[in-house]
C-alpha cells in the first residue's frame, strides 16, 4: 500500500510569512504525528492528531498549529516565519492499535530567507 | 535536553567492520525503536524492542533492550557501505515517542 505523502517537497519562504504543509497517512492509519529535524536539535516532536482530535503537543510556540480532517488527511500551518523555522518537517502515521511505530514521509524542506 | 542520549555523535569504519551504538536515558519507556535515515529521506523503522532484556536480530544487526528498559544497543557485524546513514533511536512513553539525537554511520569501501 502506499506510503506516507508529504506536499510539497521543498519551500522557500520569507520572514513573516505563513505556510501550510500537507501529509496524507498510510490508508487505514488514524494517528498523524509532526516532527521538526534541524542539525542542532534533532528529531523534534510537534504534535499528534488522532480522529481529527490533537491528542499529544510537544513544546513549541503558538505559531505552530495543525488540523486533521475525518480522512486522516492532516495540515501544519506555521505563522509569522521566522529565520530559525528552516528545517525539514516530517510527517509520520501510526496504526489506531496503540502503536507508536511511526512510518514516515519523505519531509517538506522549509528554508526561510 | 535529549531525554535519550546517543552515541558515539557520528563514526568511520571500514567495511567488513563491527559496530556498536548506544542509546542511553535515565527513563523507562514502554519500548524502543530504532530507524535509519537516508539523506532527503524519512526515517524508517528497522524494529521495535518491548521486553526488557530482549534481543532482535534483522540480518547483521542485532538490537538489545537493556533489562531496566532505559536503554538498547545496535550492534553491525561486518557493515557494508549500504549500512551508511544516521539511526535514530526513540523511546515511547505514554503513546509519545522522544528521539535521541542520532548517530551518523559511514562505512568506507
Known amino acids: 500500500k502506499a506510503g506516507v505523502t508529504q506536499t510539497p517537497r521543498y519551500l522557500i519562504k520569507t520572514r513573516g510569512q505563513q505556510v501550510t504543509l500537507s501529509c496524507s497517512p498510510i490508508?487505514?492509519?488514524?494517528?498523524v504525528s509532526w516532527y521538526q529535524q534541524t542539525p542542532g536539535q534533532g528529531l523534534q516532536f510537534l504534535f499528534e492528531?488522532?480522529?481529527?482530535?490533537?491528542?499529544n503537543k510537544g513544546n513549541f510556540p503558538g505559531r505552530f498549529s495543525g488540523r486533521q480532517f475525518s480522512n486522516s488527511r492532516s495540515e501544519m500551518n506555521v505563522s509569522t516565519l521566522e529565520l530559525g523555522d528552516s528545517a525539514l518537517y516530517l510527517c509520520?502515521?501510526?496504526?489506531?492499535?496503540?502503536?507508536?511505530?511511526?512510518?514516515f514521509g519523505q519531509g517538506t524542506r522549509l528554508t526561510v530567507v | 535536553t535529549q531525554l535519550l542520549e546517543q552515541s558515539p555523535q557520528f563514526l568511520s569504519i571500514q567495511e567488513g567492520e563491527n559496530l556498536t551504538v548506544y542509546c542511553n536515558s535515565s527513563?523507562?519507556?514502554?519500548?524502543l525503536q530504532w530507524y535509519r535515515q537516508e539523506p532527503g529521506e524519512g526515517p524508517v523503522l528497522l524494529v521495535t524492542v518491548v521486553t526488557g532484556g530482549e534481543v532482535k536480530k534483522l540480518k547483521r544487526l542485532t538490537f538489545q533492550f537493556g533489562d531496566a528498559r532505559k536503554d538498547s544497543s545496535l550492534h553491525i557485524t561486518a557493515a557494508q557501505p549500504g549500512d551508511t546513514g544516521l539511526y535514530l533511536c526513540?523511546?515511547?512513553?505514554?503513546?509519545?515517542?522522544?528521539f535521541g539525537a542520532g548517530t551518523t554511520v559511514t562505512v568506507r569501501a
Open positions: 526513540a523511546g515511547d512513553r505514554d503513546y509519545k515517542l522522544s
Open positions: 492528531y488522532f480522529s481529527e482530535t490533537q491528542r
Open positions: 527513563s523507562v519507556f514502554s519500548s
Open positions: 509520520a502515521s501510526s496504526s489506531s492499535t496503540g502503536s507508536t511505530e511511526a512510518f
Open positions: 490508508s487505514g492509519h488514524r494517528s
